[in-house]
């Protein structure tokens, strides 16, 4: 193991279950199992391409074989896209061509449908349902994207907790990585893995990037804890107009939903221009610019997320350049995809009309 891989592994994480768990998962195997699952629900935006892909970029680098579940029959029964599998599939041949303009690779893409067409795998997902109450499985409905006060449910949702931890054991993976939003499904598999004779998963649960417009508290009940509450509900999300920074927007598309974004001067806490800086762009950058003219402080350049906030702080870097700067960088992270897209536009304009018709 590579003195530096935990610190990369976990790097802008916010939990891991657990680093002894992980340590030995290192110094044990080769080229240890990961992945992460996604489901199929519309254009992708950065929260998801940048921030997400980071971490998997990171996860590659190290040495996993990393695996990218397009979660195809979890978007059915989760009625993204109208519930039309075509629709999800071609969001998934999408959401390929995003992840690989991104440059992640080399990752293998697994459909949920390759595995839910073995009779093993869904015997794995009923001995899960065994073992857990109705109870906890309603708790874990958040996942979903689904309040935990939800009254009309289907009773196909109870099943997508289970296949959640079914798809973990059936894929053999050593460890599983998402959001934080999604750490009751992971929680379930642990419980369970004893009873099913399978390892635990090691859980690396990364922050949910703010949308643009700032904290939203108007949302139900989405998990117990009021702080992990409060950042489902405000996460970004292509639901909520004007929040969401696509991957293949346009610079000035970029530059005018930055311009509209919250960012109160001086405020680093729960201020989204922030936040997308220090996860967006510091994950996948070595420094960032500021570009200002000499009578408001001249040019900046940080090398450090904590640099950035403290400045900003105190009041040294005003809204407007931060903005500005922030704005700049994601135009030149984004670029590559804006050029694939450009070239080879089929999929995303596909997708856009199904954004118009759904």
Not at 83 to 104: D, P, T
Not at 119 to 132: M, P, S
Not at 161 to 169: E, L, T, V
Not at 339 to 353: G, V
């Amino acid at each position: 193991m590579k003195p530096n891989t935990i610190q990369l592994v976990t790097r802008n994480t916010i939990e891991l279950i657990t680093q002894n768990e992980l340590e030995k998962l290192l110094q044990s195997r080769r080229e240890p199992r990961a992945y992460w699952g996604f489901e199929s629900s519309g254009l992708m935006h950065i929260g998801l391409g940048l921030v997400c892909g980071s971490k998997i970029k990171d996860m590659i680098k190290v040495g996993f074989h990393f695996i990218i579940f397009l979660a195809d029959w979890h978007s059915w029964i989760n009625n993204k896209l109208g519930g039309k599998m075509e629709n999800i599939r071609l969001c998934g041949e999408y959401f390929k061509e995003c992840f690989s303009a991104l440059g992640i690779k080399p990752a293998e893409y697994v459909w949920a449908s390759d595995l839910t067409r073995e009779g093993e795998y869904w015997e794995t997902v009923l001995k899960i349902a065994k073992g857990a109450s109705v109870q906890r499985i309603m708790r874990a409905l958040p996942i979903m994207g689904r309040e935990m006060d939800t009254t009309e449910i289907e009773t196909a949702w109870l099943l997508y907790p289970c296949m959640q931890a079914a798809d973990i054991f059936h894929m053999q993976l050593d460890v599983a990585c998402a959001g934080l939003e999604q750490r009751k499904a992971h929680m379930l598999a642990r419980d369970v893995a004893d009873r099913l004779d399978r390892s635990k998963p090691v859980c690396v649960h990364t922050p949910l990037l703010m949308g643009l417009k700032g904290a939203i508290t108007e949302r139900g009940q989405l998990d117990e804890d009021a702080g992990i509450n409060l950042r489902i509900a405000s996460k970004m999300s292509k639901s909520i107009p004007g929040s969401c920074i696509y991957v293949h927007d346009s610079p000035s598309e970029i530059r005018t939903k930055m311009m509209e974004a919250y960012c109160p001067p001086k405020q680093v806490n729960q201020n989204p221009v922030l936040e997308t800086a220090h996860y967006a762009i510091f994950t996948n950058v070595d420094a960032m610019t500021v570009n200002r003219p000499v009578k408001y402080g001249g040019e900046l350049t940080f090398t450090e997320y904590n640099e950035l906030e403290k400045t900003y702080a105190e009041g040294k870097l005003h809204p407007l350049d931060l903005k500005n700067a922030v704005a700049e960088a994601l135009t030149q992270l984004l670029k590559p995809v804006r050029t694939h897209f450009e070239t080879h536009p089929e999929s995303l304009n596909k997708m856009k009309t199904l954004e118009v018709t759904r």
